[in-house]
Antibody
Framework: EVQLLESGGDLVQPGGSLRLSCAAS????????FNWVRQAPGKGLEWVSA????????FYADSVKGRFTISRDNSKSTLFLQMNSLRAEDTAVYYC????????????WGPGTLVTVSS | DIQMTQSPSTLSASVGDRVTITCRAS??????VAWYQQKPGKAPKLLIY???RLESGVPSRFSGSGSGTEFTLTISSLQPDDFSTYYC?????????FGQGTKVEI
């Protein structure tokens, strides 16, 4: 069974930085594209960023463009999200999601990691 | 960017009811819509993709329809496990916008 596990969530002050990781196992990580999706407390889902299987192509929501960087290490089966210049509105649970080769949709998700931006 | 507008935001229903949720795209996206179910404290689960294709393992009481800019998710006979929040998502472009969500409650 595919496993995804996010880590790195924490309490951080506004303007600070944080790096999230998503460790993948039980499948060939390098074959798949991935996305980050976040959910503010009590709110809906917000797409954040995407990366293709090679890592060469990356995409961002306007709300995080220029502040967040998505990357991956295929040798370690790990996805990353570097978050800089954090704002209170970035407070959310962050999920990594694997993209299905069959449906092009998010077929597996991690349990999420909580990022809280507050002074 | 493509925006997805979902309605209603909340839906009250009973076990056995037929339920329909609507999602409208800000521009034509052909059939590139997916529907997810999310329970409190859990990650979303894919139900429907390409507007009407049922993900493996999803009960047949779930169905989807639509193309272009208007899409619907229908639950033919609501079961106790179906009381959740549902989201549409477009994947016509790289920015995979979600709808605002519909909470189906008793």
């Amino acid at each position: 069974e595919v496993q995804l596990l996010e880590s790195g969530g924490d309490l951080v002050q506004p303007g600070g930085s944080l790096r999230l990781s998503c460790a993948a196992s039980r499948f060939t990580f390098s074959n798949y594209a991935f996305n980050w999706v976040r959910q503010a407390p009590g709110k809906g889902l917000e797409w954040v960023s995407a990366i293709d299987n090679s890592g060469f192509n990356t995409f961002y929501a306007d709300s995080v463009k220029g502040r967040f960087t998505i990357s991956r290490d295929n040798s370690k089966s790990t996805l990353f999200l570097q978050m800089n210049s954090l704002r209170a509105e970035d407070t959310a649970v962050y999920y990594c999601a694997k993209v299905s080769l069959v449906t092009s949709n998010f077929d597996y998700w991690g349990p999420g990691t909580l990022v809280t931006v507050s002074s | 960017d493509i925006q997805m507008t979902q309605s209603p935001s909340t839906l009250s229903a009973s076990v056995g009811d037929r339920v329909t949720i609507t999602c409208r795209a800000s521009q034509s996206i052909s059939r590139w819509v997916a529907w997810y179910q999310q329970k409190p404290g859990k990650a979303p689960k894919l139900l429907i993709y390409q507007a009407s294709r049922l993900e493996s393992g999803v009960p047949s009481r779930f169905s989807g329809s639509g193309s272009g800019t208007e899409f619907t998710l229908t639950i033919s006979s609501l079961q106790p496990d179906d009381f959740s929040t549902y989201y549409c998502q477009q994947y016509n472009s790289y920015s995979r916008a979600f709808g605002q969500g519909t909470k189906v409650e008793i």
